[in-house]
């Protein structure tokens, strides 16, 4: 089975750091995924982890615990565009995908 | 990243009906995928577009209901037939890229009447 956890929302405040936790219970378990989705729109991509650790994009970093079912999307400096869903999804055999509801991120100024 | 386009962008249908969705990639891929959104939810797997051969369906998904044709590595469709206002949606592709990243298009927003 499949099971994708992550928290429905959290509020920052511009300039500070958020970390989006996700943890995941998947069969056959590839890869983690995280979008960033605005309202209205498609989600869009950020990072793809396979292996265990920290990888850093910009302002974006995702790290992954294979052994222990855990990822987190870390988000530093925060902009007010930066307000958004961020989906976790676990990839797994056929390399389909598994999403978590969601976290809502506000930033208030 | 793969260039992803949709059409129809968006639809309003009557029940009964059908609509085919088309999702055009810009560069061959080997793997395509439909995945649902339904309002305040996240994403669901319907089914994945296999080049060549019938399409996987996911649990809960059949085929007399969301037919798909793949007919090349840089197409596919997606037919949400005798709709119902439960198929109220949005409907996206995806496309597996160099690497495993997946990217998704900008999505058919469907509201049936």
């Known amino acids: 089975g499949q099971n994708i956890d992550q928290p429905t929302e959290m509020t920052a405040t511009e300039g500070a750091i958020v970390q989006i936790n996700c943890t995941y219970q998947?069969?056959?378990?590839?890869?983690l995924f995280w979008y960033q989705q605005h309202a209205g729109e498609a989600p869009t991509f950020l990072s793809y982890?396979?292996?265990?650790g920290l990888e850093e994009k910009g302002r974006f970093s995702s790290f992954l615990s294979r052994s222990k079912g855990y990822s987190y999307l870390l988000l530093k400096e925060l902009q007010m565009k930066d307000s958004a869903s961020y989906l976790c999804?676990?990839?797994?055999?056929?390399?389909?995908?598994?999403f978590g509801g969601g976290t809502r991120v506000l930033v208030k100024p | 990243s793969a260039v992803i386009s949709q059409k129809p962008s968006r639809d309003i249908c009557q029940r009964g009906t059908s609509l085919t969705i088309q999702c055009q990639v810009d560069?061959?891929?080997?793997?395509m995928f439909w995945y649902r959104q339904q309002p305040g939810q996240s994403l669901t797997l319907i089914a994945t577009?296999?080049?060549?051969?019938?399409?996987?369906?996911e649990s809960g998904f059949v085929i007399d209901k969301f037919p798909i044709s793949r007919p090349n590595l840089t197409f596919s469709t997606l037919t949400v037939s005798n709709m119902s206002p439960e198929d109220s949606s949005i409907y996206l592709c995806?496309?597996?890229?160099?690497?495993?990243?997946?990217?998704f298009g900008p999505g058919t927003r469907l509201t049936v009447t």
């Open positions: 577009a296999n080049q060549g051969s019938e399409a996987t369906y």
């Open positions: 995806s496309v597996e890229y160099l690497g495993g990243e997946q990217y």
């Open positions: 982890n396979v292996l265990d």
């Open positions: 560069s061959q891929v080997t793997m």
């Open positions: 998947t069969s056959g378990f590839n890869g």
């Open positions: 999804a676990a990839g797994a055999a056929g390399n389909k995908l598994t």
